[in-house]
C-alpha cells in the first residue's frame, strides 16, 4: 500500500475525499490529513506520503509555496492538486513544477480513480527501479532528473551519466489542449509517438516536464523547425486538441541547459498571449530584443464599468463587429497592463456579465438570451489563448443578437439618435459612440448635425430636457431630475433648463401642478 495525506483547509472536503474512494481497491491508504500548508509540512517529515493530495489555495501558506518546499528537499514526493475554475492560473502554474495532475472542484469520483491509477502505476515504476539500480537508467529519466530533480547531486549525477558530447543543446517544450479525459489518455502515447520518431543518433530525446513534454535537442530550433515539429503532431492528433510549442536558447554546455529549459518555460507561460499561431521561441521579437531595453511603464489595469458599458452599447445597436472591436482592444489593454492570465480571463468574465446584466432592462425578453450567454462564462477559464477567449465570447454574443430579432438593417444616424433616446442619463460623448459605430468623430459629428439639424450635444440636451420636463410635472425634486436625466452638476442642469425652456426647472414643476405631489 502506498501512502497518501490529504491537505485541505475545508474538512467537508478532507473527510470527504477518504469516503469516496475505494483506497485499498487502488493501492493506497490515507495515513493522515493537514488543515493547511503548514500543518501538512510538519506531518510530513513524520509520515513521509507516497502521495500527497493538496488544495492550491489555502490561508497562510498556499499548496504553492508547500510544493516549492516540498521540491527542495523531497525530490521524490507525488502530489495531486485541487483547485476550483478561479485557480486556473496556480493549477497550470504547479504543473511546472512537476506535479502529477490537478483535480477540479467539486471533485468528480471517476476522474479522481483515474488520477490515481495513473500515479499508483508510476509509482510501483519507481519502486521497481529502485529494486534494479543495477540497470542502466534510461537517457529520458536522466534528463528529468537533471532538469527537475531538487537534489544538486541528484542533478550533477545525471549530467554526468548522459554523457552526450553533442556540440550544442537546447530544449523544446510542448503542450496541447484537450478535455481531461483526451489528456490522461493521450499523454503517454505523444511521448512514446515523440521516441519512435528519434533516437540518441539523431540528437532528440524526448522526456516529461510536468504538465509538458519536453524534447532535449542538439539539432537548433528556430521558428520554422518548431512550426514543422508542431504541424507533424498536429497530423498525428485528434482535430479537436490545439498544440502550443516553445523553444529556449541554444548553449554550448550541458551544465547551462538548465537556462535553456527555464526560457523555454517562461515562454510556454506566455502561450495565452499567441494567438493562433501557439509558436515562441528564444529570437521571437514579441519576448526577446537584442537591443537595449526602453523602460516602459505599464499601462493602468482596465476598469471593469468601463468597459462592460462600451460592450452592452456594441450589443445594444446590434452589432457584433462592435462587440469584436471592444473584446479585442479589451485584450490589448490587459496584455499591455501586464494583466497575467487568470486576471484577464476573471476581468473579462466580469465585463460580460456586467455587459449583459443591463440588456433585459432595455430590450424586452432577452432575459432568457442572456442566460444562456451568461452560461458561457465557466468556458471561458479553460480557453487556451485569449483569441479563442474572444471567439468564444463572440459567439455567444452572435446567438444572443440572433435571438432577439437579429443585427438592425437601420441606418447608422437612426440607430445613433434611438440609441441617445434610451441612454441620455449616461455619461455620453460623441468620442465614445464613434468608436461604438467605428466612425472618425469629426466625421460623425458632421453627419449627426446633417440627419437631425442639430449639433449632438444639442440634440442630448433636448433629450434630456425634454424627459426631465416630464419628471417636474410628475412633482420631482429639481436635484433629483438633475441626476435622473444625466446632469451631475444641479446648476448646470438649472442654467440648461431655464435656457431652453425660458423659465426655471422649480417655476416649471409649479406652472405644471406638480409642486405638492413629491
Known amino acids: 500500500m502506498f501512502k497518501v495525506m490529504i491537505v485541505d483547509d475545508e474538512p467537508a472536503i478532507r473527510e470527504g475525499l477518504k469516503t469516496i474512494i475505494d483506497w485499498d481497491r487502488i493501492g493506497f491508504e490515507v495515513v493522515d490529513a493537514a488543515a493547511n500548508g503548514r500543518e501538512a509540512l510538519q506531518k510530513f517529515e513524520r509520515i513521509q506520503p507516497d502521495l500527497m493530495i493538496m488544495d492550491i489555495r489555502m490561508p497562510g501558506m498556499n499548496g504553492l509555496e508547500v510544493i516549492e518546499q516540498l521540491r527542495r528537499n523531497h525530490s521524490r514526493t507525488h502530489v495531486l492538486i485541487l483547485s476550483g475554475h478561479a485557480d486556473f492560473e496556480y493549477a497550470r502554474r504547479a504543473l511546472g513544477y512537476g506535479v502529477d495532475g490537478y483535480l477540479l472542484k467539486p471533485v468528480d469520483e471517476v476522474e479522481m480513480e483515474q488520477e490515481l491509477l495513473r500515479v499508483h502505476e508510476s509509482l510501483e515504476q519507481e519502486q521497481h527501479r529502485g529494486e534494479q539500480r543495477q ?26 551519466a548522459l554523457s552526450l558530447g553533442w556540440s550544442s543543446y537546447q530544449v523544446l517544450l510542448l503542450e496541447y489542449h484537450a478535455s481531461r479525459v483526451d489528456h490522461l489518455d493521450s499523454w503517454g502515447t505523444y511521448l512514446e509517438q515523440l521516441h519512435s520518431w528519434w533516437n540518441m543518433e539523431q540528437r532528440h530525446i524526448a522526456f516529461r516536464a510536468g504538465s509538458y513534454i519536453g524534447i532535449l535537442t542538439g539539432r537548433p530550433y528556430g521558428e520554422r ?30 551544465e547551462h541547459l538548465h537556462d535553456s529549459y527555464a526560457e523555454a518555460l517562461d515562454l510556454l507561460e506566455q502561450r495565452f498571449w499567441f494567438g493562433t499561431n501557439g509558436i515562441a521561441w528564444s529570437t521571437n521579437k514579441r519576448y526577446h530584443d537584442e537591443s537595449e531595453p526602453i523602460e516602459q511603464e ?33 485584450m490589448s489593454v490587459c496584455h499591455l497592463a501586464g494583466l497575467v492570465e487568470r486576471d484577464t480571463k476573471s476581468l473579462s468574465s466580469h465585463v460580460l456579465s456586467l ?25 471561458l477559464y479553460s480557453a487556451p489563448t485569449a483569441a479563442s477567449m474572444i471567439d468564444l465570447m463572440l459567439r455567444g454574443l452572435e446567438e444572443l443578437l440572433q435571438s432577439i430579432n437579429g443585427v438592425s438593417h437601420e441606418s447608422v444616424m437612426k440607430q445613433m ?75 448646470y442642469f438649472h442654467s440648461k433648463f431655464k435656457k431652453y425652456t425660458g423659465i426655471s426647472p422649480s417655476a416649471y414643476r409649479e406652472q405644471m401642478g406638480g409642486g405638492q405631489q413629491h
Not at 137 to 159: D, N
Not at 228 to 253: C, I, K, T
Not at 458 to 472: I, N, P, T, Y
Open 135 to 160: 540497470q542502466p537508467v534510461p537517457a529520458h529519466e536522466l534528463v528529468e532528473q537533471m532538469l527537475l530533480s531538487s537534489s544538486g547531486k541528484e542533478q550533477e549525477r545525471a549530467q554526468q
Open 355 to 379: 455587459a449583459l446584466s443591463r440588456l433585459p432592462g432595455s430590450v424586452a425578453g432577452s432575459g432568457p438570451a442572456v442566460q444562456a450567454c451568461l452560461a458561457l462564462i465557466p468556458e
Open 417 to 491: 439618435t434611438d440609441f441617445i433616446r434610451r441612454h441620455y442619463s449616461d455619461n455620453l460623448k460623441l468620442e465614445l459612440l464613434a468608436e461604438v459605430f467605428n466612425y472618425n468623430s469629426a466625421y460623425l459629428g458632421k453627419m449627426f448635425k446633417t440627419y437631425t439639424g442639430e449639433s449632438f450635444n444639442h440634440f442630448l440636451d433636448g433629450v434630456r430636457l425634454d424627459r426631465a420636463k416630464e419628471l417636474l410635472a410628475q412633482g420631482m425634486k429639481v436635484h433629483k431630475v438633475a441626476s435622473m436625466v444625466g446632469y451631475a452638476n444641479v446648476d
Open 298 to 330: 505599464p499601462l493602468p489595469a482596465p476598469q471593469a464599468n468601463e468597459w462592460a458599458d462600451r460592450l452592452y452599447y456594441a450589443v445594444d445597436i446590434r452589432s457584433l463587429e462592435a462587440a469584436e472591436r471592444v473584446l479585442s482592444e479589451l
Open 225 to 254: 523547425e518548431l512550426g514543422e515539429l508542431r504541424d507533424r503532431l498536429l497530423d498525428h492528433s485528434a482535430s479537436s486538441e490545439l498544440w502550443y510549442a516553445a523553444a529556449g536558447s541554444v548553449v554550448d554546455e550541458l
